[in-house]
């Protein structure tokens, strides 16, 4: 395909929406043109698009509405009626120096086959002589067949940046309504040159109009914050605090903060700032990681929703991000709040213990007790200062699970989903970022807690996908591990002086399948962590029971194994990529990755990913229930 055809294919009609007897909101004449000029951008006049809505168009405002337009060049027929909506906005305002009167399009509909963006093309020398050598060819539409008309280049740029062109034929179609927004075909250049702006309104006898340089016109070659900034603009001042806080948060020069005034501005201005040190996302995407934690806070689900899909446009996932920018090493520049060493100051805490008779070994009734940590600063175990109970100590009406009986695990599971449930409805609105501690006797922590379910208004929501969600013991809450807690709080202080800064392979030690529970009690005996075998079993005698008794505050295991399945070892090293205190993140990314959350994927098969299976075990000494003193 030549330039020239390839000019031509991009060129489009944009019509008028009017409302029609049923009040239904209709396509009516050709009120301008537009071009392609990225894969679904196009160019216009800003007043052509004033006049399509009905709209003040002088407003600093990003217009809302839908744009209808046309390809009439393409070789599909009939020509399809495509929306569009504006993302980038300069609209016309003859108090400045510079009236710029450009509008952007995103198309909502993809373009027809064989329509690609227009050639674009720089005039180098706008001061010379050789202005007039520059032929130029304007097709535009003032009847719906179209008109082209000739013109050259009359003048250097005004005062306002437009550039004067004429036809100087005595005969011959001049620039009109209906050419406003039109590309300018360079003959010489062999390329787009500029955009029609407007005809000559003084003398609109002469063969005179105005165009605007190329050079002035956005390039669209970063499609992506486009696409994000008219996803923003949906949601206007609900989030403007939001956003200017976040922004600030995110950018490391405060200096430069100022000068980005613009919604625009800040986003150009983080997409333009140099990646360093350890980060390993971009400003762009921490930003949006940052401010749709934000906005989950506030539970503007829809808002981000809209990040989520934005995020899997630009092939990424929205949760992975979240889960980084939660853990990342440099938080300064990602804008997340500062956290101490072993605990984000910003968190709450579920704390629910599930606990057998200490003193009846032959008992399988369980008795069930939580309560709600609102402040990790403030909290004190010995005088529960800064929690709060939710409701006395209940005992359950389901008997203690036995391995192998389906029908009690069932029952076990569907009893602790209303609990947690009824715990959550109870958790009060100073409650943030939510993080669930289960305590459960040690032959029940194979048990799948992040699998249990639970409705909101007839919705079913997945426990361990909506919250990070950490196994604990509830041995370790009871008198006889007063034999074990010395090596706990040590093993517990060597994991926090390395909290930020020591890999997940480095602190979770390895036991090889098969191995005999000796060995691994040796290993349990010289590591802070462990990573068990697939498949690893609860109870006495088991490689979890080894943790427990060497008073390892961290260990990791799949509920069963994958010997055949190629991806599942790729699937665990996601998990353990990065430093020890972003791991609960990852074990809740690879849960959302099971469930199909987040990155556009169908749910995964119980069998299907690891995911569904992974436990993580994180006793945290510093944080227990009041119960323990």
């Known amino acids: 395909m030549s330039p020239y055809e390839q000019y031509r294919r991009s060129i489009a009609r944009i019509y008028q929406v009017v409302t029609n007897e049923d009040g239904e909101l209709v396509t009516g004449g050709i009120v301008g043109t537009g071009f392609l000029v990225a894969e679904r951008y196009l160019l216009t006049c800003a007043h052509v698009v004033a006049s399509v809505l009905s709209i003040d168009g002088q407003s600093s405002d990003i217009p809302q509405g839908l744009v209808y337009l046309d390809f009439p060049f393409s070789d599909v027929r009939p020509c399809a009626k495509l929306q569009a909506r504006a993302v980038y906005w300069l609209p016309e305002d003859p108090s400045q120096s510079r009236v710029e009167d450009i509008a952007g399009l995103y198309l909502i509909d993809a373009p027809p086959q064989g329509i690609y963006p227009a050639p674009m093309k720089s005039i180098d020398d706008l001061n010379g002589e050789s202005l007039r050598e520059h032929r130029l060819q304007i097709s535009g539409f003032p009847i719906p067949a179209g008109q082209e008309a000739h013109a050259v280049i009359s003048s250097a740029p005004l005062a306002n940046r437009w550039v004067q062109i004429e036809d100087t034929k005595e005969t011959g179609v001049s620039v009109k309504e209906g050419f406003s927004g039109s590309p300018v075909w360079d003959t010489k250049l062999q390329g787009v040159v500029g955009m029609v702006l407007a005809k000559d309104a003084i003398e609109p006898e002469r063969k005179v109009a105005y165009m605007t340089l190329r050079q002035h016109l956005p390039a669209f070659e970063n499609q992506r914050l486009y696409v994000l900034l008219d996803s923003l603009s949906e949601f206007g001042t609900q989030v403007e605090d939001d956003l200017q806080k976040v922004y600030q948060d995110c950018h490391p020069d405060s200096s430069s903060v100022l000068g980005a005034a613009t919604l625009w501005g800040k986003l150009s201005s983080l997409e333009e700032m140099m990646q360093g040190g350890q980060i390993q996302v971009s400003p762009l995407l921490a930003f949006v990681a940052r401010l749709s934690l934000t906005l989950e806070a506030r539970e503007m689900d829809d808002a981000v929703e809209t990040l989520r899909q934005w995020a899997r446009e630009q092939g990424e996932d929205l949760t992975r991000l979240q889960a980084y920018v939660r853990s990342s090493p440099d ?299």
């Open 331 to 629: 938080q300064t520049d990602l804008g997340v709040p500062q956290t101490t060493d072993n605990e984000d100051s910003n968190a709450s805490y579920l704390v629910v213990v599930v606990q057998a008779d200490p003193y009846d070994t032959d008992s399988t009734e369980l008795s069930i007790k939580a309560w709600i940590i609102t402040d990790v600063n403030q909290y004190d175990a010995v005088t529960g200062q800064g929690s709060r109970r939710l409701f006395p100590e209940h005992k359950l009406t389901t008997h203690r699970p036995t391995s192998g009986d389906t029908e009690a695990e069932l029952a076990f599971a569907q009893q602790m989903s209303k609990y947690l449930y009824s715990f959550l409805k109870q958790r009060g609105r100073d409650v943030k970022n939510l993080i669930l501690e289960i305590f459960l006797p040690l032959d029940l922590l194979n048990h799948p807690a992040d699998a249990w379910r639970f409705l909101v208004y007839g919705v079913e929501r997945v426990l361990g996908s909506e919250y990070p969600l950490i196994l604990r013991s509830s041995e370790r809450l009871e008198y006889d591990y007063e034999f074990v807690r010395d090596k706990w709080r040590e093993k517990w202080e060597t994991l926090m002086s390395n909290y930020r800064s020591a890999n997940c392979g480095a602190v979770l030690t390895p036991v090889p399948t098969g191995a005999r529970i000796n060995q691994i009690l040796s290993l349990a005996e010289t590591s802070v962590g462990l990573r068990l075998p697939d498949a690893s079993e609860a109870g006495e005698g088991s490689p979890i029971a080894a943790v427990l008794a060497k008073g390892n505050p961290v260990a990791v295991w799949l509920r069963q194994g994958f010997p055949n399945r190629p991806g599942h070892q790729q699937e665990l090293d996601r998990v353990f990529q990065g430093c020890i205190h972003s791991l609960p993140g990852q074990v809740k990314s690879a849960r959302n990755e099971a469930l199909g959350i987040g990155d556009g994927r169908p749910q995964h098969t119980d069998d299907d990913h690891v995911g569904h299976h992974l436990v993580l075990l994180w006793e945290d000494y510093d944080r227990l229930p009041p119960i323990a003193f």
